[in-house]
């Protein structure tokens, strides 16, 4: 039986590898939330992979009859209608470890920023003074 996922939010292909590497699972990926093309797939999906811009409500669970678990790929599930989701019997998971790669390199990158007074040189770079 294979156990059809809708991925939206332009999760990255990298990301999805361990799903597709399974014949059990068939992923089909719509961009566009707010399309006609995610309606009609979220029918028939089982599963549900979101970022940030898909809001989970309930009137987009009430269009997913076959839903059993939606997927945060990142931190927090606040896109995410909980307890619509808890009446219908989807379980909601996040990825709270995620992004802990990406938020050290950007604090990191910040940091330098600022010791290396960056801002206000290209502050300074855009008033033509250099």
Do not use: Y
């Not at 989970?56 to 931190?75: E, I, K, M, S």
């Not at 989701?85 to 998971?93: L, P, R």
């Amino acid at each position: 039986m294979t156990h059809r996922i809708l991925v939206t939010d332009a999760v990255a292909l990298a990301g999805l590898s361990p799903l597709t590497e399974h014949a059990d699972f068939e992923l089909v990926q719509v961009d566009d939330s707010s399309s006609e093309e995610f309606r009609t797939e979220l029918a028939e999906a089982e599963a549900l992979i979101v970022r940030s811009s898909t809001k989970v409500t309930r009137d987009l669970l009430g269009l997913a009859p076959r839903l059993r678990a939606v997927a945060r790929a990142g931190v927090g599930v606040d896109n995410c209608d909980i307890p619509a989701a808890t009446e219908k019997g989807v379980a909601v998971f996040n990825a709270p470890g995620a992004n802990t790669n990406a938020a050290a390199e950007l604090t990191m990158a910040l940091m330098i920023s600022v010791a290396r007074k960056i801002p206000s040189a290209e502050a300074s770079l855009r008033r033509g003074e250099w």
